[in-house]
């Protein structure tokens, strides 16, 4: 099933994103955690895909094993910094093989010492070059509630967005934030610049503290004073602080539902227990 069918039904979504093993030898795992995840029948799931396309095997055969084996409709991340146009068709074929239907466009992290290739500089060219291959693909992209830590200004990177979306993308899912009034700004943005396609809010439960300083590294988003004070108080306890990150991702979620915002993405980071805490925490909002 395509996902802009799943978003255009207006009612809540909440979608989890799983990532591929790097090796053979942890094939197992994410598939045990992925099927556990499934279980929780969440409207969709995303495989992620390595910036320099390392993983990309692993990311089809998990995306394939998602939708054919335990039936919950995916969406494949593809990237493109790294890969040649013959990369990205052969992948794109595959995905095509394995009834993926459903595509999450990226540029992708520039890696440090690999390899880039310049055959699609942006992300809104790998979009027109999936249109141009299958025009029946499904596609996302990303969009940035604090601006792409590459832009210099919020102006321009809402400019490069909208260019994204007129490129093809049928949705946009946000990097991670954690000031839900972040998101409510960025939003009024976009829908002033014309972007009129469906957004879904990504969620990062935050359940150690070693992940605040990688999640402000990778994504440049602001830890409001709220959060560093939780992490403050129980960062040192592993269980406490993955039940006051699960807690506080559940809080962000309720609160943007409240606010219009019903679709959500969860980046799960594989971990069956986090996803199944949110929703056991919104049992009854998501009936």
Known sequence: MKIKDILSKNEITLSFEVFPPKSQEGVESVAKAAREIAAL???FMSVTYGADGGASEYTAMVASDIQNRIGTPVLAHLTCVSSDKNKIKNMLQTYKENGVENIMALRGDIPEGGR???DFPY????VRA???EDENFCIG???YPEGHVECDSPSKDIKHLKEKVDAGCDFLTTQMFFDNNTMYNF???IREAGIEVPI????????NAKQVARSVRLSGATIPQRFRMIVDKFGDNPLKMKQAGVIYATEQIIDLISNGITHIHVYSMNKPEIVKGIMDSMSEILK
């Open 41 to 43: 029948n969440p409207q």
């Open 116 to 118: 880039t290739c310049f």
């Open 123 to 126: 992300a809104a060219d790998l």
């Open 130 to 132: 999936i249109k141009e």
């Open 141 to 143: 992209g990303a969009c």
């Open 187 to 189: 939003m009024y943005r």
């Open 200 to 207: 879904l809010a990504g969620i990062m439960p935050i359940t």
